[in-house]
Each structure stands twice: as structure tokens, then as C-alpha cells.
């Protein structure tokens, strides 16, 4: 399991500096749009709010694989203010546990604005989003973390930012001395046993988070961090569990745009936070993060062109996080078993007759995507549907993510293999990978899970397995003779003698590199005994072959090597060089031909090999 | 682009019978489980709805492909109630548009019973969830419709299921006489001037609405209709509109399950809807829909043991709307230009030049899966990042879905490259499909859009584009001798000639089937004018020959033809027995040591191309 890297920028200034990606247009277009739009004032209640520059304008997009489209002034410093209470309702979900934060947080929409003094009926805020639920998470926090309550609060905003942020210590202070609603909410809450510190202390903290200064991009990357389960998608750091995320953008969506909330949803359908400081951001899960600061807010305290920002992307691309599509069959990229594609280790006759009985026995999935319930759902009913083969291969080299629900109905559909013995094998799947230690952790009780890394090594494994289950042997020490080599098939016994003659035995040891891609090519070989593995120069493996087959043959055609040839145990080989070659086909043109013949019949059967598993890959 | 077919069901008994996919040992197990819990009473305020059986339990859970699990008494029908509610709402949105619905019926939480005769500050229901916002739906059917009304809406119901509904006419009757809280709702909504109609004519609409008969299996269908933009994963008709569907769900989402809505989204997050029948149904988008029967309610009038199960479903899997993941890089299965990867075309030394003289002149894009947002956004990052080609491709054989906001981002990105004189080229999608209206709907205006079914077609034709801009000519009259052909390079010119001597010029026709696979193998090919293409007999297309180029040639190893040979234009083809080919060798050993030779080298070029082409489908 890898994660795929964008192709290299190749040549910038060719193209990228004159065209630009659609997505890059839109916000610019969106930014000249409402740049003139001068609705809305800066807002004034907090004295040193006042001083924004009401011109400013930035915009940042931030997309799951980590690209940040910015425009203006998205490089702007301006206090977080509410846009910090999802982070920090997370980031208490975490550390304090679920129980703790949801037995005095409630989760239903209050309908009232956002500095309502009005509790719920067990006395408790209505939601997180109010300032009422603000307050109390941060008074969660003071009282589990007690002085470097607001640090932690800090590196955790930081975290979901990808940078170290700073506070604005004038608004911090300009905050303090003015925010007598907050100081009746806080007195509330203790009344109400919610807040068990010192009201000063609590608000020390909530006033300092409200001050931390972020930028337009920052907003994005938060909110990107919110739509990507938790993960900041530019440093890839996990800053919050997929639970916190879920349950955060729950309260965003029922409360996060307090009485208008159901008609933004409705509307919108993004969801979305704002803060008097000018920012919004809005978070649509598995697709992007948008940060806008524009400090003009409307009657709601909503920044003006930010909600416009965010209707326009909703509108122009029919973004909805409940107008989501996805089709469960793309995740099965080729399907097939050993009968129709087998491994590239070329077999001896007994080998091949014993896997010609059981073609069906190893059936081979290679996967390709995120793995979600329903793309794991759909795999197990294509297995469920065939006959049941002997072991399964899922090969999971394409797949770049599993959800947490794929990831437990795969473990479940093991167990379901298992109790019908049948062998689970993964490939293309790091045991250093976070998946595998999930895989392994859900698994770990099945016995016969068995992985290797590359999907032929794999297959081969399972084809040994099916040879020794109906009586074959495969004997590595066996010698075999040039009378056995296809290569020289049908040339006369006294030809093969003179051959012979020629030959020089070679002995190597396991890992020894026979032959190198580059090279001149300047003799044959005929593998006498042990097994060798031949990859292209990019690690690709071609064949693994056994006594009894050529290698280094090519030269017949090329002087110059294309591939490398390595031991994978002790072998010897029958080395005979071209010149020795070049002179016996002069004085036997008739055997000279028949071993050219033979060498375009082993070409034929690796082109239909390839030709079967290109249609395999292209299949419709 | 197309949509894959599962693999058949070759012999079910054998795996079938005895193994089971894990979601439907999943449902089993809940079916178990909850199957003893007795709690909660059927519903008696209408008396022909207590008649119920409170043993009574199914549960249904449809996926998007179309499948369709089914666990107890999944086929008993009850009345479908409040749970008609989200599609009728769906329906008149559609059927009257959305001003028109929007204007009178809102879209906040009113945080009451579901029975509440409250209504907002604007006198008009709170939203489409709660009986007044559900009756005002009907009474705008009835006032557009009249008499048609209830039959508009049974249909419709009939389309979300897949089959006609059945009314209950003692519940209908039952509920007539006994509604008269409905009664009290439909008067005071005609008093605000809400509903038009007699109060009767709306109430018998509504009531037999909700008397319509449907099963735990319609349940999960119609659910699972509306986790799928609308289209029936079943019948795969588009039932009603993505924008309904996303405005339905946003409504479920936020007043779905009136009073309890946020803890529902908090803690359950799939949208859900539930009937005094007994029934509830919950979406999950782009993911599934599920349907569960069992009568006995609790206190809020929701089936307790479909509670339990949807809340198994969410929490077993880690479901939640808002926990979602995605990974726009495995968009693109395969990147390449010309340069790494040519058109099937055997080329002449000229073409051959000009070709490698513009490597990266055409850029390959195949693409995989659903194009979303971030899906084509990454895309079009990936091409700016290089330099700009001429011509791009783009493969959208393996694409399943375009998202409405896919679909907008890829037109801009085609004006964008139209902007900039990049020629878009697309293959894998039909004209008769709905995608290429789409497509063609948002890109009219741009001239340089082409499609081609096949990907190497349009590989071929961009290359020749190529070709003809730099000076080439491909001249497909021009005549050819045997001395061009690449198999015979390196005989001597008397040998040449005898070969001439035993060679028919054979005259084709554009169409003409030359070769067919499975036949017997007579005789070798040398094309002398014109176009042949190869094909093997599942349609793959293997190459495209000009003259100068053998075809047939196989027949040199193996006695049946494995491929079909069809002229493209009107051809000449040398042809030569394989009888009079072997006495030529036996005469001229050499020469056919040499052929042989030149056989090998080609079938090794062939090789080296799939070997590179499977190479790029296995990137890592």
C-alpha cells in the first residue's frame, strides 16, 4: 500500500505560469467579484477589532492531497475569535474522552445568536458553538491541564494549521477588560457546577484562544485538516481523531451558523464557521477546506464576502455534502485466478499439469482506491459469488486508504475465509505500514493470513502451495541437463553434444548478480540447477526461472543486456559464449534456425502472457 | 465510460450456501441480537394500526451497485406514514420547483413533536419533516395536480421502490376518522393562507399517502435511492433530481428526528426518517439505504428495535456522514505521453522521426472511478505542472460517475486548454450516453473537442496530427516491395526474388475480414498498400499495419490463427503459401535462419511495448 506522488513539475514556466488550473480561476474570479461588494462593517465591540483594515481580502482552498490555492490577502494576520471553538471542542473530545465533554455539553441546536446567556433544561449549554459550550470546553481543559491549559490549546491549533501561531496580546487585552457578557456567561456556568475553576481562569484561557492569529491559508488547512478525518493534509500529521472530526462537523452542520443553521445546510450545505475576527471557514468532507478574511460582517456577525465565498463555491460546482456519488465497482481493478494468469516463474511439466487441474484454486483481487464499507461489501459478494477457491490474493498496492468501516468488514470477511479454510494473502502492503497494524490488530487470531509484498511473489507462493497439496515436488538441488532446455528443443543429439562442449559451468551463491542491464551481451546461459530471478532496472520482476530454462538468450538479438539476473539461491548454469555460438550455427544452419525458431516461440508465449494481463488491467 | 458488471455467479452452491458476505452475518446478527428486546407498544391512536403484529421484524439494507440484503420478515407490508414524508417533499420540488416550496414551507429545526400544530414567525410550517410542513407538501401537489394528486405520489413512491405500492384502505379510512389533530393542522394552515384547497381534499391526499403499503425491502431501496443521487441502484431509473435529494436529506438531517435531530447527527449521523407504521429508513450517501420493520414504538413514536439497528449499523462500522475519506490521486490510473507509450501503429521510418522529434506533443491521461471535484481539480494541477502538449487525452473508459461538480471543473478545464490551443481528446465514453450530452451541453463552444471509442484510435489519430504538422505524409496508396519488409531484412536479393516469384498479390476491400482467429494457418502476409488492423476476438485491438508490414507471419510457429486481420482502407497483400515458404527455407538455410532471427526481433519489440504499458498500469 503506497501513496502515489504527483508527477514532477517538468518545465513551469512553459505552461503553468500562462494557464491555470480551473479551481485556481474560480477564486480569483469569486475574489474580483466581491472584491467591490462593501456591505457590512467591521466589527466594533471589542475596541481593538475595529482597527482591521475593512479592504482586506484573502482567500485560501486547500485540497485533501495537500495543494493550497490562495488569492489576496491570504497571507493576512487576524484573530481566530469563534472559529476556534470546533478545534477546541475536538481537541477536549480527545484528551478529556467523549464521556466527560458530552455529559455537560448538550448537542442540539439552541436557535438563538451565538452570545446567548440561556442554558438547556439539566442547565448545561445547548451546543459547543455557543459561547456557553465554548466557554466550558476551554473550562474542561483549564481544570484537567491547569496552567498550560492554553498552550496545549495553542500547539493544537497550531497542529491543525501546519505552523506555529501567535496571539494578538491587544486584543487579548482589549478582550479582557470589555467582555462582560461572556464574564455573565462564565459566572452561569459556575452557578450551574459546569465550571469548577475560578471564572478569571477560565476566561484567561477562552479570551487568549480567541485571540490566536491566523491567516486566510491557515483557515483552509484547518479546515482541510477537518474534511481529511483529522489529518493535516499538508505536514500528513494525524492532529485529531476521526471520531472528534465526525462529531465536530455534527455540531458545525445542526449548530455552527447558530440560528440560521438548518437553512445554511439546506442551502449551503457545507459545514461552516465564522468569527467576528473576519474569518470563515468551511470544511466538506473528503473534498477541501476553505478559509476566507474579509472583516466586514453582516447583522449575524458573519463576514460578508466570506458567506459569499462559500454560497458561490456551493452554487457554481453543486457542492453538497449530501450530494455525494461513488460507485463501489471501480474498486476491483482486475480479477482473476491462476488458470487465466498465472505467475512469471516458468514451471517444469509436472508443475504445470498439477496447476492446470486446479485453475481455480488461487484467485487473485487487486484493489485500487480507499477501501470503504462499500467497496470491501461489494468485494465480498464478488467473492461470495464464484466458486470458493483455495487461498485469495488481495493485492493492495493501488489502494490509498481504508476507512475505519472498510477496514473492520475486511477483517470480518477474513475471519469468513478462514472459517472456510481458505488462505488469505496480501500483497503490495508494508508490515510497517499503519494499515497493516490495523489489518493485523482486527486479524490477529487468524493463523493463516500470509503476506509478501510483491502480488508475483505472492502468486507464486500459492501456486508452490497448490503443487505440494496434489503431490508435486519442487526440488531446487535437481541438475538437469542441455537435453531439457526448450531453447535447443528439436536439434540433434550430436548438435547438443558439440554444444556441450562449448559450455563452461558457472556456480554463484544466493543474491550473486549474474547478469547486469547495460552490460554487453557476449554469451547464453542454460540454468543447470537452483533458481534465478530476472527484473527490468526499475525493480520490476520479469520471471523467476528454474533449472532446466535460459536466461541472457536475448543476446541472440541485443548486445547489450536489458535486464538484470540475480541467484535467489545457489545455482549453476551452463554458460556458452556467442562467438562459440556464432560459429557452431555457421557449420549447422538447419540447428541455428530451429533454435531462432524456438526463441520467437518463448517471445510468443511471454506476448500473450502480457497481452492477457494488459486486457485483464483494460478490461470493460 | 461504462459500468462494470459483476462477475456471474458460476456455482453458487459450492461458496454460497455455506459462507456469507459479512454485512449479511452483520444484519443476521442484528436480527438475533435485537429480536428478544420487547420494549415499547404499536401504535394505537389510529385503532386499525394496532392490529399490527408486534413480533413482527425485518430489516433490509440495499447498496448502490444494487444488491439488496434481506434478514426476517423483510417482505411484510405495513403503511409507510411519516416516512413518505422526505420523498414526497423530494417530489414536489422537483414537480413545482423549488421557489415554489421553499416560499411556503421552511427548512429550521422546530425543535417539537412531530405532531406539533406550531408553526414559525412567518405563520408557515417549521419544515417538511413535522405533519404541518408534510400536509402543506400535499396540499401543493393537490392545488397543482387536483385530482391526479395521490396518484402522482403513489407513482412516485413506486419508482423510489421499484415496484407498484398497494394503499391500506382500512388504515386509509381508520385515519380518516380518527385525524383530527391533522384536521386541526390543515385548518390553521389554510387559515395562514398556506393551503388552497378544501381542507378534505388535501387531508385525503395525505392520508392515503400515508396508507401506501411497503416492506423493510421497498424501505431499504427507497433509502438507498436517495444515497444515490436519486437513481434507483435497483432499476436504475433517475427518480427525482440531485438537487432534491440533497435538499431532502439536508431537511432528514436537520429535523429528521424532530426533537432528538442534533443528538441523532451527533451521535447516529445518517440521515433517517421513521412511520407510527413501525418502519424507518436511514441514507446513507454514496454509501447505502436501510430498511427495518418492527411495530412496537417508544415514546417519540419511533420503532425501537430500528433504533437499535441503525445504531449498530453506525457504530459496529464507524459509519457517520461526516467521518468520510477520499483520495483524489487515484484518479489517474496511467500518465504518459507518445514518447513512453505509442499508438499500437507499426510507423514507417519517416512518421517514426517525426514522432520521436515531439515525445511529449501528446499527453495520455486514463482515468478511474467517480470524476468529483477533488478528482478532476487534481487533474488539472497535474497538468499545468508539466510542459503544455498538443493534443490531450483523456481515457474515461474506467470512469463510473461524474459528480454534477466534476462535470463543471472538466469543462472548464477543457476551455482553459482550448484557451491555450491544446486539443482535447476524449475516448472510453459513447455519445448516446448521458455523460457526452453533459459534456457536450458545457463545452458547445469549443471547437477542438474530439472522441474517439477506442484509446489507441485516438493515439493513433493525435500522432498522425503530429505527423502531418511537422512535414510528414501518410500515404496510404503508396505501393511497397517485399525488399521493405522488416521480417525478410538481411536476405540476399536473389533470395528476394524467389520469393517474389512465389508470392500472389491478393486485392481487399475496406472491411474485408482477411484472417480469422481459429482457423488453420496457411499461409504468411506481407501488406503491399494499404491499412490493416489486427483484433483478437474479444474486440482487443493488438495493432494497426501499414504497407511495408507482414501480418499472418505467426503462422511461422504456430498452425491456427490466434487474431483477425480487417482491411481499415481498400489493401494489396503479397501472399505466400507456407508450403512453398518451408521448401525456400530447406533450400536456403540461412535465409530462413535469418527470418527466424527477424521474428524474434519483432516479437521482442512487441514484448518490450507490453511490458512498458503494463509497467505504467502497475506504477507504483
Known amino acids: 500500500m503506497t501513496t502515489r506522488h504527483p508527477r514532477p513539475i517538468q518545465n513551469p514556466q512553459n505552461w503553468a505560469s500562462a494557464a491555470m488550473p480551473p479551481l485556481q480561476r474560480f477564486l480569483s474570479g469569486c475574489h474580483a467579484d466581491f472584491w467591490s461588494d462593501h456591505d457590512g462593517a467591521v466589527a466594533n465591540y471589542i475596541p481593538e477589532l475595529g482597527k482591521a483594515d475593512p479592504a482586506h481580502f484573502g482567500i485560501s482552498l486547500a485540497t485533501l492531497d495537500g495543494h493550497v490555492y490562495e488569492v489576496g490577502d491570504s497571507r493576512v494576520p487576524f484573530t481566530i475569535q469563534s472559529m476556534s471553538k470546533p478545534f477546541v471542542f475536538a481537541l477536549a473530545l480527545d484528551i478529556l474522552g467523549s464521556d466527560a465533554v458530552e455529559r455537560v455539553i448538550g448537542v442540539e441546536p439552541s436557535g438563538d445568536p451565538f452570545n446567548s446567556i440561556r442554558l438547556n433544561a439539566d442547565n448545561h449549554p445547548f451546543n459547543a458553538m455557543v459561547n456557553a459550550g465554548a466557554i466550558t470546553c476551554s473550562g474542561l481543559l483549564r481544570q484537567a491541564r491547569q496552567a498550560d491549559a492554553f498552550d496545549t490549546i495553542r500547539d493544537a491549533l497550531g497542529r491543525f494549521a501546519g505552523r506555529k501561531l501567535d496571539v494578538d496580546d491587544a486584543v487579548f487585552a482589549s478582550e479582557s477588560t ?11 456556568l459556575r452557578t450551574s457546577d459546569v465550571i469548577k475553576d475560578s471564572v478569571d481562569d477560565v476566561l484567561a484561557v477562552y479570551f487568549r484562544q480567541c485571540a490566536v492569529l491566523i491567516t486566510a491559508r ?16 499538508v505536514t500528513g500529521e494525524q492532529v485529531v481523531t476521526p471520531y472528534a472530526v465526525s462529531r465536530t462537523l455534527s455540531v458545525m452542520t445542526s449548530s455552527g451558523m447558530y440560528d440560521f443553521a438548518g437553512e445554511w445546510i439546506y442551502r449551503v ?6 468569527g467576528v475576527g473576519g474569518g470563515i471557514l468551511a470544511s466538506l468532507p473528503a473534498r477541501l477546506g476553505l478559509g476566507s478574511y474579509s472583516p466586514r460582517l453582516d447583522g449575524h456577525g458573519n463576514s460578508v464576502r466570506g458567506i459569499k465565498v462559500c454560497e458561490a463555491l456551493s452554487a457554481h460546482y453543486g457542492l453538497h455534502m449530501l450530494n455525494r456519488s461513488d460507485d ?15 505467475s ?16 481455480d484454486a488461487v484467485r487473485v483481487l487487486e484493489l485500487v482506491g480507499t477501501l470503504s464499507l462499500s467497496n470491501v461489501d461489494y468485494v465480498s459478494r464478488q467473492l461470495a459469488a464464484s466458486a470458493r477457491p483455495q487461498f485469495v490474493i ?9 476507512t475505519q468501516a472498510g477496514l473492520r468488514l475486511l477483517a470480518e470477511l477474513f475471519h469468513e475465509l478462514a472459517d472456510f479454510h481458505v488462505t488469505v494473502v496480501l500483497s503490495g502492503i508494508r508490515r510497517t505500514s499503519p494499515e497493516w497494524q490495523e489489518i493485523t490488530a482486527r486479524t490477529g487470531d487468524i493463523r493463516n493470513v500470509r503476506d509478501f509484498y510483491l502480488l508475483d511473489t505472492a502468486i507464486e507462493w500459492a501456486e508452490d502451495q497448490i503443487v505440494y497439496r496434489y503431490g508435486g515436488a519442487i526440488d531446487f538441488l535437481e541438475t538437469t541437463e542441455l537435453a531439457e532446455q526448450p531453447l535447443l528443443a528439436g536439434i540433434s543429439e550430436e548438435e547438443r553434444h558439440e554444444l556441450a562442449a562449448l559450455a563452461i559451468i558457472r556456480h554463484y551463491q544466493q543474491s550473486d548478480r549474474i547478469l547486469s542491464s547495460g552490460e554487453p551481451a557476449h554469451s547464453l546461459f542454460f540454468l543447470r540447477s537452483g533458481v534465478v530471478h530476472v527484473t527490468l532496472p526499475d525493480g520490476i520482476r ?7 530454462q535460459c536466461f541472457g538468450e536475448m543476446a541472440l538479438l541485443d548486445p547489450v543486456r536489458s ?5 535467489d539461491f545457489s545455482a549453476t548454469a551452463f554458460e556458452i559464449t556467442l562467438s562459440d555460438f556464432e560459429r557452431f550455427r555457421a557449420r549447422h544452419p538447419k540447428a541455428g534456425e530451429r533454435v531462432m525458431r524456438n526463441l520467437a516461440q518463448l517471445l510468443a508465449e511471454r506476448l500473450t502472457i502480457a497481452n492477457a494481463r494488459l486486457n485483464l488491467l483494460a478490461a470493460d
Open 394 to 402: 488481495f493485492d493492495l498496492h493501488r489502494v490509498t486508504a481504508m
Open 542 to 548: 520479469l520471471a523467476t526461472l528454474t533449472a532446466g
Open 563 to 567: 535486464a538484470d539476473v540475480t541467484a
Open 269 to 274: 450545505g457545507i459545514p461552516a464557521k465564522s
Open 178 to 188: 470589555t467582555g462582560d457578557r461572556n464574564r455573565a456567561i462564565a459566572y452561569l
Open 328 to 342: 463501489a465497482r471501480t474498486t476491483i481493478i482486475a480479477d482473476y485466478d491462476i488458470g487465466a494468469n498465472p
Open 344 to 359: 512469471r516463474r516458468s514451471r517444469r511439466a509436472q508443475e504445470r499439469d498439477i496447476l492446470a487441474a486446479y485453475p
Open 218 to 233: 491557515d483557515c483552509a488547512i484547518m479546515a482541510a485538516t477537518l474534511a481529511n478525518r483529522g489529518v493535516n493534509p
